[in-house]
C-alpha cells in the first residue's frame, strides 16, 4: 500500500506529522536551525519581476475590495461615513490581510501542483480576529492564525487535490484559544476632569517621535496647552455576529477564483472594530480631544493606534480639517510602497525627510540625528528583523532572503581582519521576531551583542555598518558619520533618479551589493576612516544623497510651526 504524503503547515501541527512521510508548507517551523537547512524551492520563484506583477494586482484588487466594503459596512453600522473616512481606517488592515491571505493561496497552489497531500484539520475553533489594530501584526504572524489560514485556503480551494481529514486536537485547539483570549482588548481613552480645557483647540498634536519638550513647543508656539491624553486598555469579550459574518459577501466583478474566495469570506475575517465594536472606536475620542481641530498634526499614528485612527478620519472626513503627516522610516520614495503611498494620499501636507513628490510634499528633514565620540573604536553592526510570514512589501525578507541574510551575518566576521575582530559589535533589531539575537549569540560566542540605546552605541562606534539600507543608515549619513551599507538593486524596483544617487554611493564604497566587498572596505579603511570619509568625493557623493533622503535640518520645530501658519 502506497504510504501518504503528508502536509505539515507550520510549528503548530508539526508534532503530529514528524514520524510520517510529510511536506512542509513553511519548512523554518519557526525554528532558525530548519530556515538554514531547509531547501525552499518555492520562494525561488518569488523573484522581482514576479513580485512587481503580483503587487499590480493585488493594488488592483484592494480598490475593488474596498470599493464595496466601505458601502457595506456604512449599511450595516448605519452610518453615512466618507469614503477619506473608510480609506483611513480600513485600507491598511486590507493591506495586510490581502497580501498575507494571497501568499499563503499561491504558496499552496505551487505544492498541489507537486503531488496530492493528505492533511489534517486539527481544531474546529473560530478564526482568530485582531480585536485592534495594535495586536494585528501579533496575530498575523503567529502560528496559530497562519494555520487556520491556510487550512481555510486549503478546503476552499483544493478539496480535490488534498485529503482532508478532521481530527480534534485539544492542544492545538487550547493554543488558538490561548491567542484569542490573550490579544482580545479593547482601547479607550482615560477621562480627565480638565479634558474640557482641550476641546476647542485649532491643532492636534498626536504624539510620535519627538520628546515632551520639543512637544510643549509645538503646542505653545501656536498658545494652547499640550494635550497630554492617555491611552489605556483592558480585556474585552464580545460576541461575534457570525449570522452577519457568515450572510453577508461583497459585491464586485470577480475575475479569478482567489477574489470568488475574497467576496465569500471577507466579512469572516473582519476585525471587530468594524463591525461589534465600531460604535466604541468611532465615538470614544468625543470629550477628549479637540471637536474641530483646523490642523491634525500626525507623525506615525496611521496604521497601528485604532483610537487615533477613528478620531483622524471622523475629523478629516468632514473637509474641515488638515492633516499633516510626517515621514517616519526609510521606504518611503526610495522603493514602491503600499505605507508610502496610502499615507502621502492620506495626508493635506506631507513633512519628508528630503525628497518632493507631490504638491502636498514638502521638505523637512530625518526625525533624529546622532552625535560621535571621535576616539571611538568600535564596529557597530546593525542588523534587521523580519515577518515570520512573508507579506509584498520591500521592507519584507521571504524565507529564502532571511535563510541568506542570517548566513551572511554568520559569515561575516570571517572576512574582518583579525586584529579587528574584538572591534565588532552586533546589534539586533529589538523586534527579534525568530530569536536570532539568541540563534547568533551561540554561532558567534566571541562577539560582543550590543542592547544599549541606539544613540549611546552610535556615539561610542568609530563606523557603523547597517546590513539592510535602513533607518540608522539614513539617520547617521545625516549627521555625517561614517557609515556603510549593503543594497541589492535586484530586489527592489526603484526610480531612475534614486538608482543614480545609490550607483554614486556605491562608487565612493559606502554603498555594497557584496559582503565580501563590505568587509575589505572595512579592514582597508578602518584606520584611516576619516580620511576616506571626508575626501572631496565621497562628501560630494554623500550630500546629493543627503539632500533627497536624510537632509539635516537644524530647528524642525520653527519649520513645522511655520508649515501650520501656511495652512490655518
Known amino acids: 500500500m502506497k504510504k501518504r504524503d503528508y502536509l505539515c503547515i507550520n510549528s503548530l501541527d508539526y508534532p503530529i506529522y514528524k514520524n510520517k512521510k510529510h511536506s512542509k508548507l ?12 531547509g531547501k525552499n524551492e518555492i520562494f525561488k520563484k518569488f523573484d522581482k519581476k514576479k513580485l512587481l506583477l503580483r503587487k499590480k494586482y493585488l493594488n488592483k ?3 475593488k475590495v474596498f470599493e464595496s466594503s466601505f ?4 449599511k450595516i453600522n448605519k452610518v453615512n461615513k466618507s469614503k477619506k473616512y473608510w480609506n483611513m481606517v480600513f485600507m491598511p488592515w486590507l493591506f495586510q490581510f490581502l497580501d498575507r491571505s494571497f501568499h499563503s493561496y499561491e504558496m499552496i497552489k505551487l505544492l498541489s501542483k507537486k503531488k496530492n497531500y493528505t492533511t489534517y484539520n486539527l481544531s474546529n475553533e473560530e478564526i482568530i480576529l485582531p480585536s485592534c489594530y495594535e495586536n494585528l501584526p501579533d496575530i498575523y504572524n503567529s502560528n496559530e492564525w497562519n494555520y487556520q489560514i491556510s487550512l481555510e485556503i486549503i478546503e476552499y480551494f483544493f478539496k480535490n487535490e488534498f485529503k482532508i481529514i478532521k481530527k480534534n486536537n485539544n492542544l492545538i ?3 488558538i484559544r490561548k491567542i484569542n483570549k490573550k490579544f482580545n482588548k479593547i482601547f479607550f481613552f482615560k477621562k480627565k476632569i480638565y479634558s474640557k480645557l482641550f476641546f476647542n483647540q485649532k491643532i492636534v498634536f498626536l504624539r510620535g517621535y519627538f520628546g515632551k519638550f520639543d512637544y510643549n513647543r509645538l503646542n505653545f508656539n501656536f498658545n494652547q496647552l499640550p494635550n497630554n491624553y492617555q491611552i489605556l486598555s483592558k480585556k474585552v469579550i464580545f460576541k461575534k455576529n457570525s449570522e452577519l459574518r457568515n450572510k453577508n459577501k461583497l459585491n464586485f466583478k470577480i475575475e479569478n477564483d482567489f477574489e470568488k474566495y ?3 469570506n471577507i466579512f ?8 461589534e465594536l465600531f460604535k466604541h472606536y468611532n465615538n470614544e475620542s468625543i470629550g477628549v480631544l479637540s471637536k474641530e481641530p483646523k490642523i491634525i498634526f500626525n507623525v506615525n499614528r496611521l496604521w497601528w493606534f485604532t483610537l487615533l485612527m477613528f478620531y483622524t478620519a471622523n475629523k478629516i472626513s468632514l473637509n474641515k480639517t488638515k492633516l499633516i503627516g510626517y515621514q517616519h522610516g526609510c521606504n518611503y520614495y526610495l522603493y514602491e510602497s503600499f505605507f508610502h503611498d496610502h499615507e502621502i494620499n492620506s495626508c493635506d501636507l506631507y513633512l519628508t525627510w528630503g525628497w518632493k513628490l507631490y504638491n502636498n510634499t514638502k521638505k523637512l528633514g530625518v526625525s533624529r540625528i546622532f552625535n560621535r565620540d571621535k576616539d571611538g573604536e568600535k564596529i557597530l553592526i546593525v542588523n534587521r528583523s523580519t515577518s515570520k510570514y512573508f507579506f509584498n512589501d520591500p521592507s519584507v525578507f521571504n524565507e529564502l532572503e532571511w535563510s541568506n541574510y542570517l548566513k551572511e551575518l554568520i559569515n561575516l566576521p570571517k572576512k574582518i581582519a583579525p586584529h579587528l575582530i574584538k572591534k565588532l559589535v552586533y546589534r539586533m533589531h529589538p523586534s527579534n521576531t525568530w530569536n536570532e539575537k539568541q540563534y547568533l ?23 557603523v555598518i547597517c546590513t539592510f ?3 540608522t543608515f539614513l539617520n547617521c549619513i545625516s549627521s555625517n558619520i561614517p557609515v556603510l551599507t549593503v543594497f541589492d538593486f535586484k530586489r527592489v524596483n526603484i526610480s531612475r533618479m534614486n538608482y543614480l544617487l545609490l550607483k554614486n554611493l556605491q562608487k565612493q564604497k559606502i554603498l555594497f551589493e557584496n559582503y565580501d566587498d563590505l568587509c575589505a572596505h572595512i579592514n582597508k579603511n578602518y584606520h584611516n576612516i576619516e580620511d576616506w570619509w571626508n575626501s572631496r568625493k565621497v562628501q560630494n557623493s554623500i550630500n546629493k544623497f543627503v539632500n533627497i533622503h536624510a537632509f539635516n535640518e537644524s530647528n524642525k520645530i520653527k519649520k513645522i510651526t511655520e508649515y501650520i501658519k501656511e495652512l490655518l
Not at 71 to 74: D, G, I, M, R
Not at 268 to 275: C, G
Not at 445 to 461: H, Q, R
Request: glycine fraction near 0%.
Open 26 to 37: 513553511h519548512i523554518h517551523l519557526h525554528n532558525i536551525e530548519n530556515l538554514l537547512n
Open 61 to 63: 484588487l484592494r480598490k
Open 71 to 74: 458601502k457595506e459596512l456604512n
Open 173 to 175: 485547539s487550547n493554543k
Open 262 to 264: 475574497i467576496r465569500d
Open 268 to 275: 469572516k475575517h473582519l476585525p471587530p472594530f468594524f463591525l
Open 441 to 463: 549569540k551561540k554561532k558567534l560566542n566571541n562577539i560582543y551583542f550590543d542592547e544599549a540605546d541606539i544613540k549611546k552605541s552610535v556615539k561610542e562606534s568609530k563606523m
Open 469 to 471: 539600507l535602513d533607518t
